[in-house]
Nanobody
Framework: QVNVVESGGGLVQPGGSLRLSCAAS????????MGWYRQAPGAQRELVAL???????EYADSVKGRFTISRDNDKNRVYLQMNSLKPEDTAVYYC???????????WGQGTQVTVSS
């Protein structure tokens, strides 16, 4: 079993910044990718940013240039620096850990990000 724990959400004004952190622990073998998804009320869960092996990253078009994902492989952690936040970024943000088809995928419990004045 793998435990995935997020932290760093909260309330921020438009234009502000937040940094999300996620730590994976437990039966870690090889993490192929770690990243962040989000789900707003009434919407489907969507990819925000993903950090794959070999430093490959991908971002949703809506966050490119504003969000930066970084990964610490030694500590099994991933971070999401969110700048220039907009009200439409309001959602529950979930950390995602991919150990491949055999060892499985895991999700955190989610952390709320609210962007409002």
């Amino acid at each position: 079993q793998v435990n995935v724990v997020e932290s760093g959400g909260g309330l921020v004004q438009p234009g502000g910044s937040l940094r999300l952190s996620c730590a994976a622990s437990g039966m870690i073998f090889h993490i192929h990718a770690m990243g962040w998804y989000r789900q707003a009320p009434g919407a489907q869960r969507e990819l925000v940013a993903l950090a794959r092996d070999r430093g490959i990253t991908e971002y949703a078009d809506s966050v490119k240039g504003r969000f930066t994902i970084s990964r610490d492989n030694d500590k099994n952690r991933v971070y999401l620096q969110m700048n220039s936040l907009k009200p439409e970024d309001t959602a529950v943000y979930y950390c995602y850990v991919d150990q491949g088809p055999i060892d499985g995928e895991y999700w955190g419990q989610g952390t709320q990000v609210t962007v409002s004045s």
